[in-house]
């Protein structure tokens, strides 16, 4: 009988209580432990809920990494909000997927920072990743023979694997304190 209910027991989050007296880099730690803990969408969206800054348009993994770096981000010398914060948080980020989560918070809240953006301090692949982004909307690369003539096109669907942003064995951007 005792068996059974050991059994039973496994495969089932049970977490909840303990979830909330975690810290961020610890909750995120606990749950990368497993998959089974790591797909579990609900105790995600459990921890995003006392967030005081989301984004709509992200999914609860996404508001807390951002709701991460912008806790970090408050411990530059620069007055929050300000150019020279949002510059010196530019040349902070390391990883693609931080660059990306902060180009889509500047993008929001404060478009016109990208004008006087300077990606000199940066080296060539974090320079890339911005200006990748920051020319998103426009056409910045050749397009290929292919997609121009129509006679090559034979109608199959694209068998590119649609990556996902966050992965559950990626490294955590170090926060500078």
Not at 41 to 47: C, G, K, P, T, V
Not at 122 to 142: E, I, Q
Request: proline share 3%; hydrophobic share 40%.
């Amino acid at each position: 009988m005792h068996m059974q209910i050991i059994v039973m027991c496994i495969p089932l989050v049970i977490d909840r209580g303990v979830s909330r007296y975690l810290s961020l880099v610890d909750f995120v730690s606990l749950r990368r432990t497993t998959k089974v803990l790591y797909d579990d969408n609900q105790a995600w969206e459990i921890r995003a809920i006392p967030i005081p800054f989301k984004m709509h348009a992200f999914n609860a993994k996404k508001n807390l990494a951002l709701h991460y770096l912008l806790n970090c981000a408050l411990y530059f010398s620069n007055p929050v909000g300000s150019n020279q914060w949002f510059q010196e948080m530019v040349d902070w980020l390391e990883y693609k997927i931080s660059i990306k989560l902060i180009y889509s918070f500047i993008f929001y809240y404060r478009f016109d920072f990208f004008y006087s953006m300077n990606l000199s301090q940066l080296d060539g692949r974090r320079r890339f990743v911005w200006l990748r982004l920051t020319h998103r909307n426009s056409r910045v690369f050749k397009r290929s023979l292919l997609e121009y003539d129509d006679r090559y096109n034979v109608g199959r669907p694209c068998a590119k694997r649609l990556a996902t942003p966050l992965q559950m064995y990626r490294n955590t951007q170090q926060c500078c304190r």
